[in-house]
């Protein structure tokens, strides 16, 4: 009987696969046998089994919760769609990283644009019209949830929302709804001699997906104010009127308007993921820290996490329980993202009463006792080193709960690119990754149009090659000795690549406008802008180690896993690369 160890895992458990007088079998190390062959024809299999088991991080399982890990399930063998991938900016080894952290809001929650999204809308405008004294005929607007995407600008000033490359320049620019042409722009935004730096105080930018309503609101009222002057008081500039939009967003999270229809019916408003829990148990069982860190405050989170990690029945908050504290080490709400990050800001940090909601005053994070009490009050979950829950305070209180002693040690999950990835990287060096929903839909679409983008780039080089010919006829024309005939012959050539030349162009331009068209009828690919890398695609490549469409991806890699980016091409190894 011989023996071949086999290190991968099957159910928490190492595999070995037994010889024993021509018949194999897998048992686990604990000894329980798992399935057996009784021939060499089976162990023939059984070795095809095993393969599929070595390849871990491949493998693909759609059971609930209730299933293994999905890297490590061995039924499967697939690679991991496109769509679900994670993708790597600067290289990232796991086993160096002690902690990780999940931001709660369109990260392990993901709303329903068609729904939250409106409902933000509804309550922004009723805003507008009650609070804020804006006509009543605003009541009567809807809001198209697909009209505005993530990465673009506002212009409060002059009432534009822009979409820009990474070199901050205006490619695609609407007043209102009204698209900007080519010369509008360059009279706007391409004269200056200085470059504008498109950042506040004068421009807004819509990095989270919880801007979309407003943005939308934006532009209906530059609309409203152009077509309606008399309907707007004049000293209303388009500034006045973002700002106002601004304060209505604020009023509806502060009165709670949208938090309560939220935790009234969160099947309605969020996404049910059965993956959130195995990804989680999936990271504490390779020994690590779990921590959540979020800008709500306990009450909503605590109805949030119990939709996503507990039964599904939602009747209100009476229903809700702390089971899913189980799944982490630390989670602190009310953290005021991104100042959080600031290690030096002087916030003080409570602990959290978890049934009344009550805040009790800590030293750093360190129980205190009470005036005529000797000792501190510390909960029963306390004692037992399980989750504590947390309100303020800052990221020195975070790392010294959980023994954090370099930042590189933490990777932090998060769908904001400034409030969650930017000052998490830019200050602290945390390891980071960007949950982009909208990749997902935007990678399927790359794939499908493959051959059209290979055809936009052979339109491009001819076009190119055209422009080239004219240029060197023109050239000779000027420059060199040429007889009678032979001019006039050359003077027609040009004729002819001229016309050539603008058709080509016409038919790049309108293949070009239908294959962005195709990803978002007015903005067209979230990464892209032309060929460039768009602003946001930039800002994703600068700030986040790594990026993938759902945080549910961690599951299909192993915990271990060592992400290494692809190599960077550069314009003059472009055209060795084939097409």
């Not at 999936?282 to 949030?304: A, C, E």
């Not at 306390?382 to 975070?398: E, I, M, P, T, Y």
């Not at 990287?425 to 945390?430: E, M, R, Y």
Request: hydrophobic share 35%.
């Amino acid at each position: 009987m011989t023996d071949l160890v086999f290190p991968g895992v099957y159910l928490g458990k190492k595999l070995r696969i037994r010889t024993l007088r021509g018949a194999s079998f897998v048992v686990c190390d604990r000894g329980a046998s798992q399935l057996c062959f009784k021939s060499p024809m089976e162990e023939k299999q059984a070795s095809g089994f095993l393969d599929s088991v070595v390849q871990f991080h491949n493998v693909g399982s759609k059971d609930g919760c209730e299933a293994p890990h999905k890297w490590s399930f061995p039924g499967g063998g697939n690679k991991i769609d496109v769509k679900n991938q994670i993708f790597c900016n600067r290289s990232l080894n796991m086993k160096n990283i002690i902690a990780v952290g999940f931001d709660m809001d369109y990260t392990l929650a993901q709303y329903k644009s068609e729904t939250f999204e409106s409902l933000a809308y509804e309550g922004t405008v009723k805003k507008l019209v009650y609070d804020l004294g804006y006509p009543s005929e605003l009541l009567e607007w809807t809001f198209d949830w697909n009209y505005m995407v993530r990465g673009l600008v506002l212009d409060k000033k002059k009432g534009n929302i822009l979409k820009m490359d990474r070199h901050k320049y205006v490619k695609v620019a609407y007043h209102g709804f009204k698209e900007l042409s080519k010369e509008e722009k360059v009279e706007i935004y391409g004269t200056s001699l200085v470059r504008d730096s498109f950042d506040e105080p004068d421009y807004a930018l819509i990095d989270t997906l919880f801007s979309l309503a407003e943005a939308y609101m934006f532009a209906q009222l530059v609309d409203f104010k152009d077509n309606n002057p008399d309907k707007i008081p004049k000293d209303f500039d388009y500034g006045r009127i973002y700002k106002d939009v601004r304060s209505a967003v604020d009023l509806c999270h502060r009165d709670g308007t949208l938090k309560q229809m939220v935790a009234k019916e969160p099947n309605k408003y969020i996404n049910e993921d059965a993956t959130i829990v195995p990804l989680i148990q999936m990271i504490r069982d390779s020994g690590r820290s779990t921590f959540l860190v979020t800008n709500s405050l306990w009450d909503y989170t605590n109805i949030v996490m119990n939709f996503l990690c507990g039964g599904r029945t939602v009747n209100g908050p009476h229903t809700c329980n702390f089971d899913w504290l189980q799944y982490f080490d630390v989670v602190i709400t009310g953290s005021a993202k991104p100042g959080f990050f600031h290690e030096k800001s002087r916030v003080n940090i409570f602990e959290v009463e978890l049934q009344s909601g009550m805040l009790i005053n800590t030293d750093n994070g360190t129980p205190m006792a009470q005036i005529g009490d000797p000792s501190p009050k510390i909960s029963l979950k306390s004692k037992d080193k399980a989750c504590r829950v947390f309100q303020g305070g800052n990221v020195g209180h975070l790392h010294s709960l959980l023994s954090i002693e370099s930042s590189s040690q933490v990777l932090y999950v998060g769908d904001h690119i400034y409030g969650d990835i930017l000052r998490s990287k830019k200050i602290l060096g945390w390891r980071t990754m960007l949950v982009v929903p909208e990749l997902e839909k935007e990678v399927e679409l790359l794939w499908e149009l493959m051959d059209t983008r290979k055809e936009l780039i052979l339109m491009r080089n001819e076009r190119d090659s055209v422009e080239d010919k004219i240029h060197h006829l023109k050239w000779s024309l000027k420059f060199e000795d040429i007889n009678e005939n032979d001019k006039q012959e050359m003077l027609y050539a040009v004729k002819d690549l001229e016309c050539k030349r603008d058709q080509v162009r016409l038919s790049h331009q309108e293949a070009q406008r239908e294959s962005h068209q195709k990803f978002h009828k007015v903005w067209g690919q979230l990464m892209k802008t032309g060929y460039q890398s768009s602003r946001f695609a930039h800002q994703v490549e600068r700030f986040a180690c790594l990026y993938t469409s759902q945080v549910s991806n961690l599951r299909l890699y192993s915990p271990d896993k060592y992400y290494r980016p692809s190599e960077d091409i550069m314009s003059h190894e472009y055209h060795l690369l084939p097409l």
